[in-house]
């Protein structure tokens, strides 16, 4: 019993980091609120004709990175990363330093210690708990950002179309497939990585022929796909002024059902993650739009 429940510790850990960075980006989500640096989405539909710039977006990163990799060059992108990384950070402690800090002093260290911090444990110690680190930062900020974005409706819509589109690309062009293995073996800053043992270092970190675990027994999971149920999650909270709790934990608890189907059952590695995790968040929110807003 004790063995086998060890051997999940790569699913387990990907889903309580899931739970923290959508809780967080919540209450991100708040204190930018209550700054006034940004307003709520005044209607369900708002945002909606960002999805076709989003998906254009994406195809076209895709393109860009699995290029760059085909000609062994993909290494360049490292410093593009890293500056994004780098003020997703800066955003986010913009508001969890106003938030923590009793003094200007103390504001303004936090302020730029933090992406610098983070950014030189990336380029200096690029270890799988480093890139897990940057990845909670990313999804909680993008997952805040987008949720004040894009309205509840049109966060659903966001959802589904990043679902089929993501089976597509992992099943059909497999160009997602492509965009993993070279991320993992330029070692980008584009995954989760979960190891199931001690000592495992980014240099262990390998995909070859489609597989995501190399030498050692390790989960790797896209930043995309907590990043995605963590807005429908946070839309949700924000949609549901009357009722935030259910609205909040119903997109929660379905998006957790998603990913422990997707990574506890025997699903074909690999698999595209957000038909499976957006379908539980979208559901959850639907659940909890017909009990609280049409049925009461």
Do not use: C
Not at 247 to 268: E, H, N, R, W
């Amino acid at each position: 019993m004790a063995g086998a429940l060890k051997s999940k510790v790569p699913e387990v850990s990907s889903l309580i980091l899931f739970v923290i960075s959508a809780l967080f980006a919540t209450f991100l989500s708040s204190l930018i609120i209550a700054s006034g640096a940004q307003a709520p989405p005044t209607s369900g539909t708002q945002g909606a004709s960002y999805i076709i710039y989003y998906l254009v977006a994406a195809i076209a990163f895709s393109a860009v990175v699995i290029y760059l990799g085909r000609k062994r060059i993909a290494g360049i992108l490292r410093w593009v990363f890293l500056a994004i990384i780098a003020y997703i950070v800066f955003y986010v402690w913009i508001f969890i330093g106003a938030y923590i800090a009793q003094t200007y002093l103390e504001y303004y260290i936090m302020l730029f210690a933090a992406p610098a911090i983070m950014v030189l444990l990336l380029i200096f110690k690029n270890e799988w708990y480093v890139v897990d680190a940057a990845g909670f930062f990313l999804v909680a900020g993008v997952s805040a950002i987008w949720s004040l974005i894009i309205g509840v409706w049109a966060s659903v819509a966001f959802l589904v179309v990043f679902a089929i589109y993501d089976y597509i690309a992992v099943y059909r062009t497999k160009h997602m497939v492509s965009l993993a293995k070279v991320a993992v073996n330029e070692k980008l800053p584009l995954l989760f990585v979960f190891p199931g043992e001690r000592g495992v270092k980014m240099k262990d970190v390998k995909m070859a022929d489609g597989a995501d675990k190399g030498e050692h027994k390790m989960l790797l999971l896209g930043f995309g796909d907590m990043v995605f149920p963590s807005i429908m999650v946070v839309a949700s909270y924000l949609y549901g002024k009357a009722n935030p709790f259910p609205f909040l934990l119903f997109p929660l608890i379905g998006a957790i059902i998603g990913m422990g189907v997707l990574l506890f059952t025997k699903v074909a590695r690999p698999a595209p993650g957000l038909p499976l995790i957006n379908g539980g968040a979208v559901l959850g929110f639907l659940i909890a739009y017909l009990i609280f807003t049409v049925l009461l």
